[in-house]
């Protein structure tokens, strides 16, 4: 959908303008050449903070890592001890089971109140579906 500025000009989503009847207009060629378009722009403040965003991620990632590790051990300990009275294999099905599926369960939620939209829930059931998936194989 393209919007017309005050100028009578047309302008599209990456800040380049067009006359909007298609005529040639010396204004059209100032405008352009003067302002940087959007997409330039972005693209700029990306690599600018690029450094900082990346070593962000990978130091949530070494912290996820770490509290995984621990955690799943803990887990462990907690199963079997609430899985005392009860066989392997009906610990295994409820407790171990609730356990493994939890990351799904709240990456699904994450992305749901993340998106608030259709795109939350449709990222929840790939979601889902993917470690389905990668469970039978």
Do not use: W
Request: hydrophobic share 45%; glycine share 10%; net charge positive.
């Amino acid at each position: 959908m393209r919007t017309t500025d005050s100028g009578g000009l047309a302008s599209n989503p990456f800040g380049l303008s067009s006359a909007a009847d298609g005529s040639n207009s010396s204004v059209r060629g100032r405008r352009q050449l003067s302002s940087t378009p959007r997409l330039v722009r972005s693209l700029t403040k990306f690599k600018q903070g690029a450094p900082m965003e990346i070593s962000t991620s990978l130091l949530a990632v070494v912290i996820a890592s770490m509290v995984m590790m621990y955690a799943c051990n803990s887990f462990d300990d907690a199963a079997s001890h609430l899985g005392r009275n009860m066989t392997a294999g009906v610990r295994g099905a409820t407790i171990n089971a609730v356990g493994s599926s939890m990351p799904e369960l709240l990456t699904t939620f994450f992305l749901l109140f993340l998106f608030q939209d259709q795109g939350g829930f449709a990222a929840g059931i790939a979601t889902t579906a993917g470690s389905a998936i990668f469970n039978a194989v």
